[in-house]
T-cell receptor
Framework: AQKVTQAQTEISVVEKEDVTLDCVYE???????LFWYKQPPSGELVFLIR??????QNEISGRYSWNFQKSTSSFNFTITASQVVDSAVYFC???????????FGTGTRLTIIP | DTEVTQTPKHLVMGMTNKKSLKCEQH?????MYWYKQKAKKPPELMFV???????INESVPSRFSPECPNSSLLNLHLHALQPEDSALYLC???????????????FGNGTRLTVT
């Protein structure tokens, strides 16, 4: 079983500021995947990024970047130069390797103030 | 536009009604999922179908009955629901039937169900 902690319940930032969403997970698996999903008010969950447990290289994709540190079980997600359209609930979700189960964290509601 | 289509968008039903939720995808995905999401809570897995066979049932009450008629369609039949079953029901699909192999789930917009 996995456990996910997203300690930030709600965050508000002014447009164009950078914002980092924290995620700490617990798992007994040695290999696994980590995901971030976004849920705008429309309700649809949108896949953003994924990382496998044996690759700690951090990457940047457009305005998104992530910092995966296996030693601290953290998988933080950063939005650079935030925009109003980034307002949504963001879920961190680990998945067992070879298993269809995603475990969603409690989510962080991000509000971008114009 | 989402590639996973769910109908209806909204549904109000009484506790004695029988209704069905429908989900369709044409991405060639061979795994399909039902999730339930209560207000201000994360989605919770209900069922997983892999290659049209039920592979995971997360101890869901029998008043929820899933069906996968073919690789593109997923239904959720509802009968004798309770008011606490009111929630957003999300359908998702993925490649290879193995979300754990790093294949992201593609979600529909959901059906917002209200049980009166």
């Amino acid at each position: 079983a996995q456990k996910v902690t997203q300690a930030q319940t709600e965050i508000s930032v002014v447009e164009k500021e950078d914002v980092t969403l924290d995620c700490v997970y617990e798992t007994r698996d040695t290999t696994y995947y980590l995901f971030w999903y976004k849920q705008p008010p429309s309700g649809e969950l949108v896949f953003l990024i994924r990382r496998n447990s044996f690759d700690e290289q951090n990457e940047i994709s457009g305005r998104y970047s992530w910092n995966f540190q296996k030693s601290t079980s953290s998988f933080n997600f950063t939005i650079t130069a935030s925009q109003v359209v980034d307002s949504a609930v963001y879920f961190c979700a680990p998945s067992n390797f070879g298993n269809e189960k995603l475990t969603f964290g409690t989510g962080t509601r991000l509000t971008i103030i114009p | 536009d989402t590639e996973v289509t769910q109908t209806p968008k909204h549904l109000v039903m009484g506790m004695t009604n029988k209704k069905s939720l429908k989900c369709e995808q044409h991405m060639g995905h061979r795994a399909m999922y039902w999730y339930k999401q209560k207000a201000k809570k994360p989605p919770e897995l209900m069922f997983v179908y892999s290659y049209e066979k039920l592979s995971i049932n997360e101890s869901v009450p029998s008043r929820f009955s899933p069906e996968c008629p073919n690789s593109s369609l997923l239904n959720l039949h509802l009968h004798a629901l309770q008011p606490e079953d009111s929630a957003l029901y999300l359908c998702a699909s993925s490649h290879l039937g193995r979300g754990g192999y790093g294949e992201p789930l593609h979600f529909g917009n959901g059906t917002r169900l209200t049980v009166t």
